[in-house]
């Protein structure tokens, strides 16, 4: 058996950013080999992995997955636009989508739970990153279920079925007719894609965002009378609501009328009273600082111009 010392450790680790123990073990099995270590890790997917992990990972895809009344909407991410084209990356992200209808929205829980095909999600994350090359983790996933009822959902920029940059699921509450409950619930869901809805209602919005807007309103007409201000900040508020919660917004296919008017005539149609109980929109990339770079400058720094 080849003597494996810390320097063979560190140029394998050096190549493939696997951790420490996995290189030591990969030249085991290799007898000392390291460009056979290379492949061995990477046939176990932990080539590259580690490598990447520091790389911006803002592209990637959204996806949706409905069973029943419940629905998962996961992101997936990567470094490049192009990923989202890949048929490997592609078929990721839907199993992981599918595998949250099991264990629910919680990353970790997803990660750790059995991916289809073998092993874990977590595992076929890495193997991946080891096989497309780039940096990709599962940043989030949220869940939406009814008793009964329908849970729609809406991909707008699809790159496949059920994938896109945007996905959006929205949770119908009633006993209504199934076919009609699918689709207000897409159309509600396409409205919301549009229209970036950051809560159901005014109960549902953080009340530091509504502080926010009042100090903004307030100081928009400082100088005027105390009873003033608070008339013009209470009709401001209301104009505010009617632009980002769901319900108070003016609906697109008809703007006229507003969501919560176009549900409760929709309740004829249905049969049944209908309840819209929830809604998750992901944007993917959104709120992930992405690193600027000056491709020229990369390109003379690697031809050392």
Request: net charge negative.
């Amino acid at each position: 058996m080849a003597n494996i010392t810390a320097a063979m450790v560190k140029e394998l680790r050096d190549k493939t950013g696997a951790g420490m123990m996995d290189c030591k073990a990969a030249l085991a099995e290799t007898n000392g080999d390291v460009e056979a270590a290379v492949d061995w890790l990477r046939k176990k997917g932990l080539a590259k992995a580690a490598k990447k992990s520091g790389r911006v990972a803002a592209e990637g895809l959204v996806a949706v997955a409905i069973e029943g009344t419940k629905g998962v909407v996961v992101e997936v991410n990567a470094e490049t636009d192009f990923v989202a084209r890949n048929d490997q990356f592609q078929a990721l992200a839907a199993n992981i989508a599918r595998v949250g209808l099991t264990v629910g929205d919680d990353v970790e829980a997803i990660k750790a739970a059995a991916y289809p095909g073998g092993g874990t999600v977590a595992e076929a994350i890495a193997n991946a990153i080891a096989t497309i090359g780039e940096n990709m983790t599962l940043r989030r996933a949220a869940s939406i279920s009814v008793p009964q009822g329908v849970v729609a959902s809406y991909i707008h920029n699809a790159a496949g079925e059920n994938l896109g940059r945007i996905g959006v699921l929205v949770g119908l509450s009633s006993t209504g007719k199934t076919k009609e409950l699918a689709t207000l619930g897409r159309q509600i869901a396409m409205h919301i894609a549009a229209a970036s809805p950051l809560a159901l209602d005014p109960a549902g919005l953080d009340p530091a965002t509504v502080e926010r807007e009042k100090a903004i309103l307030s100081e928009k007409h400082a100088g005027k009378p105390a009873n003033v201000i608070e008339k013009i900040v209470e009709s401001g508020l209301k104009t505010y609501y009617k632009e980002v919660c769901l319900l108070d917004q003016a609906f697109i296919h008809d703007p006229s009328k507003t969501v919560a008017q176009v549900l409760k005539e929709a309740e004829g149609k249905a049969g049944a009273p209908v309840s819209l109980t929830g809604f998750v929109r992901y944007s993917l990339g959104e709120g992930i600082e992405k690193e600027e770079t000056d491709f020229a400058a990369e390109v003379a720094a690697a031809v050392g111009g």
